[in-house]
């Protein structure tokens, strides 16, 4: 190879971990990605003999495909461009995705959240049925049957939906005939059944929030309420757009992309249910149930609702009521005639795990002055004041999803999440202490509030040169956290012009987003009694260097509160208790919702709260 | 090629034809199907360049595939065993399917049947709505906009399932927000949305006789009750099972084979939805509701429902109460909120066909004693007497099919229909007037009925040799019907003394399910007011060689019916009326079934009738 060819780089993204790495041609993806500080499994350390290293090429051309390789990948796997990460050698820029069964160690996702566990008051019926198996001297059908073993036990009348019907004569055969029957109330002395199952086990709920890089799922004892089971994962749908306005040009696009979207998701549900039912020691008939939460277009992929309205003016929900989806009729692997409840929408841009997390926070019903935030590529902000609910959405941008900053990367191990400067010696804390490999969104915020504080950059964002930790590279600034010799990897990680605006640009809008109810509400900001800071972001972010570089407003610290994911605790309340539900009507009949893109006054304080 | 090979001939059945033939290796499968009688599309004379002999490889081996013919399938096709005809050699015996547009003429399919156009009494409203677009002065989801432009059009509580909620955004788009709403009745002033059409567009109604052969299809103007377009096609799970035992086994046998048998379904009644809609002038849309019928093991197939059992003693339906299934659930292209009810089923072995029979000649609440049945490969018997309504199933076999008979072929252009044997001449008429390639079971049954007359065959079945057509071949008596000579086909056209004896299981079958339900009736023959034969079959089937060979009991010729496919005429009458179907749950909690396979005299009946 000449001089020549070895030095052009490749770039190589690696989803859904969002970590990017320059490497030479000829380089084998398992190489550019530990190169990333990215951990595949590759137990035979790289000999193609474990078959575990699994990756798959979104785009760019890699060296063929090898008889060794294809012995380890399944037909289907190898059509839909999935090889082996150690015999893949690298030779244009490229796209990788890496399913997480491939990696050591998973991405960190927020579970925990603020939010009470409510008593259930959703009603359920059990009814204990020992029938009569079918003989040549009684030839009832199946479903016959089962409806006067109910009239037996006191259920003279249910509904029994399609999925019900197709699935019950084998849960019936399976049983031997006995067990009982889970009845769904759904109005006055009416019911649905929902699953037939042995005589002892409980009946289980399953709550979901799904973001749009992360999804959080909790399996919840309808008997009690407690949590079962919990489990994070990635957002699936990342590898066909990073950001919602991507995914729903992806569906503008494809023919068939809503169906695409929403059958990735639902499978990687399904991998979820399979997981936590397993921890939680129950079967899949047992999960009787469902809450799903999620952002305005989560909810209508989850659902199969139109998105095309979304991406353009006025951006209008298709449907923004409550409603319930057979979880049959997508595809989801629970009960057969479990349903899904979907909370109501806001607006286009603020979506049902708003009106969640107001819920688990109790924001919604407060006697005080309440700011309520959920910070990520749209944060969407909701100010509570003397029984008034006022809220806006706020497009601040992916950088704090470490998106659009040169060294960004996601929530992983390697990523650096604290950022201190003392006199002048430039400390980092990386995720899972390991070396670091890139930065991430509140490793950001610090990075930026600490070089404002040392006066490495000014209020305007630029950097000073001659500043500590600042340096010339191709005729531009830029501020070295991390270099290569101290992390073992390919490259610096540096803090540019272009990494500080984009920071500028998301917490302004957040804060002129904040003003706005402020000034709807004719309140001053100081007069907040609580600031609530939700989602896992919003967890690991330090709030001094959030008041510091003005995304907050300046109040005593003891006002904010960092709730963790509420909107998942608040799919929790939803999911056991009737009253929440109706709460979640109430919020959205009550709510003012602020249209920022035509709001008068908009503009001029986005522009105001740039300055650092 | 050594004399040897030649002489070794290949077996080659073609589905769902159902027609054999022997031929040479090396015989490309055009030649084959014209030497079976099939005659297939090729446009091009068997040069390769017109692409349309498509047929589909289901077993045994063949050349391998061309460049050429890769070039006319798609990837699809190629994958699942598509070749060109005229470019595919055969090796081996094979089992071959001609998809239904590689066909010239298409099999006869009884469409019509006796039962009256009734009047619309299920109810449907059309709320004509003339709605704001959204706008950033008016951000209300589409929906929530539906929903109150409903309300102000007087409907203030409607239910809106999950496929409507995802497809209505659309629709109200298509429309620029104009049109009517087409909403079904479920209960005293509630309504569901099933869809959103044009100002000036009709509701259109799909009724569905599914058999285990054929299908027919009816759309009906649900304004007025009259028949719009209607159209047959062959069943095409017969490539997976000739009749329900096969078709359950291949359930049994396949992890997904439900879903299979249900896909393909599926599929060609969207492909005759498709074909009905054009040549009725109607958009998909307005298709809002269907009614299938079927027998037992078709209705389950249909709706999902677990077949297993009915394919085991005691032989119980799954579900046998009449049921309303979303078509969107099983992928059915209609209007979103369409549903297909489904009557009620009266036993394993006894559908909701033969309820819609029973409804659409009147039998079911006649003041007369009535026998009404349809011979199929099970025989479906009902006995109307005194306000009792008796029924049982009868094994009749699928000799009426053309199946197990050595020149056997379902009804299809060239089968021979009629035979008479006139003064020891043998006379044929075959479907279409063509040279005949093989015999149906209308000219089975005749043959057989005019042997008996004319001595050729003895009380027993035993053909005699000496009489006139009779010839010895291979040790055995065969009677001649066609001579290869004449029909210019490779092989002679004979009846041998196992289809002789296939016919006497056949009707033996029959006429002792009827004897069984006069006797419980306690009902002489005689006293039979009418004898209603309905199906296909039926229509074409010679009444006095019926009566002749003893399959019917000797009633003057003026009390039988031929009514054609009756149970799609009750299949039209249970679509637009919701008396018909509370006549059905009447029918069927009025029945008294009899389980031929435990009744105590049965057998004894059954031998008696095998005689001549």
């Given at each position: 190879?000449?001089?020549?060819?070895?030095?052009?780089?490749?770039?190589?993204?690696?989803?859904?971990i969002?970590?990017?790495?320059?490497?030479?041609?000829?380089?084998?993806v398992?190489?550019?990605?530990?190169?990333?500080?990215?951990?595949?499994?590759?137990?035979?350390?790289?000999g193609?003999?474990?078959?575990?290293?699994?990756?798959?090429?979104?785009?760019?051309?890699?060296?063929?495909?090898?008889?060794?390789?294809?012995?380890?990948?399944?037909?289907?796997?190898?059509?839909?461009?999935?090889?082996l990460?150690?015999?893949?050698?690298?030779?244009?820029?490229?796209?990788?995705?890496?399913?997480?069964?491939?990696?050591?160690?998973?991405?960190?996702?927020?579970?925990?959240?603020?939010?009470?566990?409510?008593?259930?008051?959703?009603?359920?019926?059990?009814?204990?049925?020992?029938?009569?198996?079918?003989?040549?001297?009684?030839?009832?059908?199946?479903?016959?049957?089962?409806?006067?073993?109910?009239?037996?036990?006191?259920?003279?009348?249910?509904?029994?939906?399609?999925?019900?019907?197709?699935?019950?004569?084998?849960?019936?055969?399976?049983?031997?005939?006995?067990?009982?029957?889970?009845?769904?109330?759904?109005?006055?002395?009416?019911?649905?059944?929902?699953?037939?199952?042995?005589?002892?086990?409980?009946?289980v709920?399953?709550?979901?929030?799904?973001?749009?890089?992360?999804?959080?799922?909790?399996?919840?004892?309808?008997?009690?309420?407690?949590?079962?089971?919990?489990?994070?994962?990635?957002?699936?749908q990342?590898?066909?757009?990073?950001d919602?306005?991507?995914?729903?040009?992806?569906?503008?696009?494809?023919?068939?992309?809503?169906?695409?979207l929403?059958?990735?998701?639902?499978?990687?549900l399904?991998?979820?249910i399979?997981?936590?039912?397993?921890?939680?020691?129950?079967?899949?008939?047992?999960?009787?149930?469902?809450?799903?939460?999620?952002?305005?277009?989560?909810?209508?992929?989850?659902?199969g609702?139109?998105?095309?309205?979304?991406?353009?003016?006025?951006?209008?929900?298709?449907?923004s009521?409550a409603?319930?989806?057979?979880?049959?009729?997508?595809?989801?692997?629970?009960?057969?005639?479990?349903?899904?409840?979907?909370?109501p929408?806001i607006?286009?841009?603020v979506?049902?795990?708003?009106?969640?997390?107001?819920?688990?926070?109790?924001?919604?019903?407060?006697?005080?002055?309440?700011?309520?935030?959920?910070?990520?590529?749209?944060?969407?902000?909701?100010?509570?004041?003397?029984?008034?609910?006022?809220?806006?959405?706020?497009?601040?941008?992916?950088a704090?999803?470490?998106?659009?900053?040169?060294?960004?990367?996601?929530?992983?191990?390697?990523?650096?999440?604290?950022?201190?400067?003392?006199?002048?010696?430039?400390?980092?804390?990386?995720?899972?202490?390991?070396a670091?490999?890139?930065?991430?969104?509140?490793?950001?915020?610090?990075?930026?509030a600490?070089?404002?504080?040392?006066?490495?950059?000014?209020?305007?964002?630029?950097?000073?040169?001659?500043?500590?930790?600042?340096?010339?590279?191709?005729?531009?600034?830029?501020?070295?956290?991390?270099?290569?010799?101290?992390?073992?990897t390919?490259?610096?990680?540096?803090?540019t012009?272009?990494?500080?605006?984009?920071?500028?640009?998301?917490?302004?809008?957040?804060?002129?987003?904040?003003?706005v109810?402020?000034?709807?509400a004719?309140l001053?900001?100081?007069?907040?009694?609580?600031?609530?800071?939700?989602?896992?972001?919003?967890?690991?972010?330090?709030?001094?260097?959030?008041?510091?570089?003005?995304?907050?407003?300046?109040?005593?610290l003891?006002?904010?509160?960092?709730?963790?994911?509420?909107?998942?605790?608040?799919?929790?309340?939803?999911?056991?208790?009737?009253?929440?539900?109706?709460?979640?009507?109430?919020?959205?009949?009550?709510?003012?919702?602020?249209?920022?893109t035509?709001?008068?006054?908009?503009?001029?304080?986005?522009?105001?709260?740039?300055?650092?």
């Amino acid at each position: 190879m000449s001089n020549e060819d070895a030095s052009k780089k490749l770039t190589i993204d690696f989803e859904p971990i969002g970590r990017r790495v320059k490497v030479s041609p000829g380089t084998s993806v398992l190489e550019a990605a530990r190169l990333a500080g990215i951990e595949l499994v590759a137990v035979c350390g790289g000999g193609a003999t474990c078959g575990r290293c699994k990756v798959r090429m979104m785009s760019g051309s890699v060296s063929a495909i090898t008889d060794t390789e294809r012995s380890k990948l399944s037909e289907a796997e190898a059509k839909t461009g999935f090889r082996l990460a150690c015999q893949t050698l690298l030779s244009e820029d490229s796209r990788i995705q890496i399913p997480p069964q491939s990696l050591t160690t998973p991405q960190r996702t927020q579970l925990e959240g603020e939010g009470d566990e409510l008593p259930v008051t959703v009603e359920w019926k059990l009814a204990s049925l020992a029938l009569q198996p079918p003989s040549l001297d009684d030839l009832t059908a199946d479903i016959t049957r089962f409806r006067s073993g109910l009239l037996d036990a006191g259920f003279p009348k249910v509904e029994l939906e399609a999925p019900v019907l197709t699935s019950l004569p084998e849960q019936l055969r399976k049983n031997h005939w006995e067990g009982r029957a889970a009845l769904r109330s759904t109005g006055a002395q009416k019911y649905r059944v929902v699953s037939f199952l042995p005589p002892t086990v409980i009946l289980v709920g399953m709550a979901v929030d799904i973001g749009t890089t992360k999804i959080a799922m909790y399996l919840v004892d309808l008997q009690n309420g407690c949590t079962l089971a919990k489990s994070g994962a990635m957002n699936p749908q990342i590898s066909y757009g990073e950001d919602v306005i991507s995914r729903i040009g992806y569906c503008n696009t494809h023919e068939d992309g809503r169906k695409v979207l929403q059958s990735v998701l639902v499978e990687t549900l399904n991998a979820m249910i399979e997981e936590n039912c397993q921890a939680a020691g129950i079967a899949r008939d047992q999960l009787v149930e469902g809450v799903v939460v999620g952002n305005t277009v989560m909810h209508h992929l989850f659902g199969g609702f139109p998105v095309q309205q979304l991406g353009e003016a006025p951006y209008v929900a298709a449907v923004s009521e409550a409603v319930e989806i057979p979880a049959a009729s997508i595809g989801l692997m629970m009960a057969p005639g479990a349903h899904i409840y979907l909370p109501p929408n806001i607006a286009g841009y603020v979506g049902g795990d708003h009106v969640a997390m107001l819920l688990a926070t109790g924001a919604w019903n407060s006697k005080k002055n309440v700011i309520a935030l959920d910070i990520g590529t749209n944060t969407e902000v909701c100010l509570v004041s003397e029984g008034k609910l006022y809220c806006c959405s706020c497009a601040s941008g992916p950088a704090f999803e470490g998106a659009h900053i040169q060294a960004g990367m996601r929530a992983a191990r390697g990523a650096i999440e604290r950022v201190e400067i003392v006199n002048g010696n430039i400390l980092v804390q990386s995720i899972g202490g390991l070396a670091p490999v890139g930065i991430c969104g509140s490793g950001i915020l610090d990075a930026v509030a600490e070089m404002v504080m040392a006066k490495v950059i000014d209020t305007r964002g630029s950097l000073r040169s001659g500043a500590p930790g600042v340096r010339a590279r191709n005729d531009r600034q830029e501020f070295v956290l991390v270099t290569s010799e101290e992390s073992g990897t390919e490259n610096d990680i540096v803090i540019t012009r272009s990494d500080v605006n984009q920071i500028q640009l998301a917490k302004a809008a957040i804060r002129a987003g904040v003003e706005v109810l402020l000034a709807e509400a004719k309140l001053e900001a100081v007069a907040l009694d609580e600031f609530i800071v939700a989602g896992a972001f919003g967890t690991y972010l330090d709030l001094e260097h959030a008041v510091r570089i003005g995304m907050f407003p300046n109040l005593p610290l003891k006002r904010f509160k960092q709730v963790g994911n509420a909107a998942g605790s608040g799919a929790k309340q939803l999911l056991v208790s009737k009253e929440r539900r109706r709460a979640a009507d109430t919020i959205v009949a009550k709510m003012n919702y602020i249209e920022l893109t035509t709001y008068r006054s908009f503009d001029q304080m986005y522009v105001q709260n740039m300055y650092l």
